[in-house]
């Protein structure tokens, strides 16, 4: 156990609908950082959040957005879905000197089935 | 071409065998580099990283980083039921995110 949560588990959306995914950080961790994994893929980095703010983004549209607030936990936001996004939706916390070499606490994802 | 690569599998050993798991990357700047560990239905969770070239182990577990040749492994001694897990290796510079390889599927059989 990691101590990162994510919430919902699983959801099920249809094309073109917005969702919200959200994330508790492990206690003490102040980085945030969201990827998505594809069936049978590595994760893909999304968006990481340091402090509240943006620090660091990977090839995704800006339909894709996030927050990270005061007690470090975090939302991804997901616009006009569509079937590409069906996926696992991981969150990572860690601290800002841990996440420099890599090493990132997950949680155990939020699977979302775009119809 | 990915920026890391490995074999997707399914490799399939017996109880008790050395399992040698293999990646390729191909940004040099990387300085970082990562094994972690993917059950079935679960969140990724980090085995071991090194920093640069060289080994480092950790009990059943060594992670092996030959930079010139741009080529991680990751060796299990002893290998257990316990350890079938998709393996992914990673890679990263120092201020930059963590990319990740597609993962080995691996399956101890016992």
């Known amino acids: 156990e990691t101590g990162v949560t994510q919430s919902p588990t699983h959801l099920i959306k249809t094309r073109g609908q917005q969702v919200t995914l959200r994330c508790s950080s492990q206690?003490?961790?102040?980085?945030v950082s969201w990827y998505q994994q594809a069936l049978g893929q590595g994760p893909q980095f999304i968006f990481q959040y340091y402090r509240e703010e943006e620090n660091g983004r990977g090839n995704f549209p800006p339909r894709f957005s996030g927050l990270q607030f005061p007690n470090y936990s975090s939302e991804l936001n997901v616009n006009a879905l569509e079937l590409d996004d069906s996926a696992l939706y991981l969150c990572?916390?860690?601290?800002?000197?841990?996440?420099?070499?890599?090493?990132?606490?997950f949680g155990e994802g939020s699977r979302l089935t775009v119809l | 071409q990915k920026e890391v690569e490995q074999d997707p599998g399914p490799l399939s050993v017996p109880e008790g065998a050395i399992v040698s798991l293999n990646c390729t990357y191909s940004n040099s700047a990387f300085q970082y580099f990562m094994w972690y560990r993917q059950y079935s239905r679960k969140g990724p969770e980090l085995l071991m990283y090194?920093?640069?070239?060289g080994n480092k182990e950790d009990g059943r577990f060594t992670a092996q980083v030959d930079k010139s040749s741009k080529y991680i492994s990751l060796f299990i001694r002893d290998s257990q039921p316990s350890d079938s897990a998709t393996y992914l290796c990673a890679g990263k510079t120092s201020y930059d995110k963590v990319i990740f390889g597609p993962g080995t599927s691996l399956s101890v059989i016992p």
């Open positions: 206690s003490g961790h102040n980085t």
């Open positions: 990572a916390s860690s601290t800002r000197l841990a996440t420099n070499t890599g090493e990132l606490f």
């Open positions: 090194t920093y640069s070239s």
